[in-house]
């Protein structure tokens, strides 16, 4: 299985055919990302060297409440505007020609844009837990999809994160089940000891946020709560590998259910192909030429069965 990618690689891609074109172009192009977030690169045609990268995330103002306006100032402050759009929350503005000179490396850290402002609340929970207060922390919720969320909350010795995904089919319940209950069994493997404790409940949901009136009480939704221990985010390098990793395990999940659901597909697809084969090499083959009887006349015999008994001596005998 594949791990995903925490950056979105359409817009780098995107970007850095911007920055290494010689001859700036008019464009106007919109791109989705995950959790529903719009990204739109354009450029006018009074001023083509002025790039604008304006981003959507419907979910922005619950995160600003847990500093991500500051995440923003600080990886991208040279280069925000005012938005101008109210579909808009976040604009980014390049000139094409005062780029720095590595300019792969920009476009790879613009594409972390929706990494960094969805860690604000992992970073205010691990912050928390650096400063040894007493009790559990505030409960940060965002909800970045619609009727899906995550919640952070830190305590004295570990940080819980729990996710609540909704199943649409009942085939996706119940491979996502299984999937979800192999992550709570493969940690007792000796190898894989140090991974966070994984606990998966459906319908009732965890204890940190049963209060909650707004959660879902049917077979529909499940919920996936991790728990970090400071050995996994006490060193900065393993708190931004941790970050990148479990804010798409959403996304982690429902990919492989899907290629499971193909996979499964393609194998009935071929079990019914070599079904047909069998049934095709049972039906009875055609009476061949070499095979079929004839008199001495020629013609060829093909007896009548008798089918009672007034039938009638001329009927009994063979058709010539």
């Given at each position: 299985?594949?791990?995903?990618?925490?950056?979105?690689?359409?817009?780098?891609?995107?970007?850095?055919?911007?920055?290494?074109?010689?001859?700036?172009?008019?464009?106007?192009?919109?791109?989705?990302?995950?959790?529903?977030?719009?990204?739109?690169?354009?450029?006018?045609?009074?001023?083509?060297?002025?790039?604008?990268?304006?981003?959507?995330?419907?979910?922005?103002?619950?995160?600003?409440?847990?500093?991500?306006?500051?995440?923003?100032?600080?990886?991208?402050?040279?280069?925000?505007?005012?938005?101008?759009?109210?579909?808009?929350?976040?604009?980014?503005?390049?000139?094409?020609?005062?780029?720095?000179?590595?300019?792969?490396?920009?476009?790879?850290?613009?594409?972390?844009?929706?990494?960094?402002?969805?860690?604000?609340?992992?970073?205010?929970?691990?912050?928390?837990?650096?400063?040894?207060?007493?009790?559990?922390?505030?409960?940060?919720?965002?909800?970045?999809?619609?009727?899906?969320?995550?919640?952070?909350?830190?305590?004295?010795?570990?940080?819980?994160?729990?996710?609540?995904?909704?199943?649409?089919e009942e085939v996706d319940r119940v491979l996502g089940k299984v999937?979800?209950?192999?992550?709570?069994?493969?940690?007792?493997?000796?190898?894989?000891?140090?991974?966070?404790?994984?606990f998966y409940s459906s319908r009732e949901a965890p204890l940190e946020?049963?209060?909650?009136?707004?959660?879902?009480?049917?077979?529909?939704?499940?919920?996936?709560?991790?728990?970090?221990?400071?050995?996994?985010?006490?060193?900065?390098?393993?708190?931004?590998?941790?970050?990148?990793?479990?804010?798409?395990?959403?996304?982690?999940?429902?990919?492989?259910?899907?290629?499971?659901?193909?996979?499964?597909?393609?194998?009935?697809?071929?079990?019914?192909?070599?079904?047909?084969?069998?049934?095709?090499?049972?039906?009875?083959?055609?009476?061949?030429?070499?095979?079929?009887?004839?008199?001495?006349?020629?013609?060829?015999?093909?007896?009548?069965?008798?089918?009672?008994?007034?039938?009638?001596?001329?009927?009994?005998?063979?058709?010539?």
């Open positions: 299985m594949i791990l995903l990618e925490p950056n979105s690689y359409v817009l780098e891609d995107t970007l850095l055919t911007r920055f290494n074109s010689e001859k700036p172009e008019v464009v106007d192009i919109t791109l989705v990302d995950f959790d529903n977030v719009i990204y739109h690169v354009q450029t006018s045609a009074e001023q083509r060297t002025l790039l604008n990268l304006s981003v959507e995330m419907k979910y922005f103002n619950e995160v600003c409440a847990y500093g991500a306006e500051s995440i923003l100032q600080r990886e991208y402050g040279a280069y925000l505007v005012p938005v101008t759009n109210s579909q808009y929350q976040i604009t980014l503005q390049f000139n094409l020609e005062q780029l720095p000179e590595d300019k792969a490396g920009l476009a790879k850290h613009v594409s972390m844009l929706k990494r960094n402002v969805l860690a604000s609340p992992f970073i205010r929970a691990f912050e928390y837990w650096e400063s040894q207060q007493e009790g559990a922390g505030p409960l940060m919720a965002t909800h970045y999809r619609e009727n899906e969320a995550i919640y952070v909350q830190a305590q004295q010795d570990r940080v819980t994160v729990i996710f609540s995904t909704l199943f649409q999937f979800l209950q192999e992550f709570v069994d493969a940690r007792r493997q000796a190898a894989i000891q140090n991974a966070p404790q994984v946020i049963r209060h909650l009136p707004e959660l879902r009480q049917d077979e529909s939704v499940g919920y996936v709560s991790f728990v970090l221990f400071p050995r996994h985010f006490a060193d900065a390098e393993v708190r931004e590998q941790t970050i990148s990793q479990i804010q798409l395990f959403r996304d982690y999940l429902h990919y492989h259910i899907k290629c499971a659901k193909a996979y499964m597909h393609s194998r009935m697809r071929t079990r019914v192909k070599e079904f047909l084969k069998v049934i095709n090499r049972a039906k009875p083959d055609r009476t061949t030429a070499a095979s079929e009887k004839r008199t001495a006349t020629g013609r060829y015999f093909r007896p009548q069965f008798r089918q009672s008994s007034a039938t009638s001596p001329q009927q009994v005998e063979g058709e010539w």
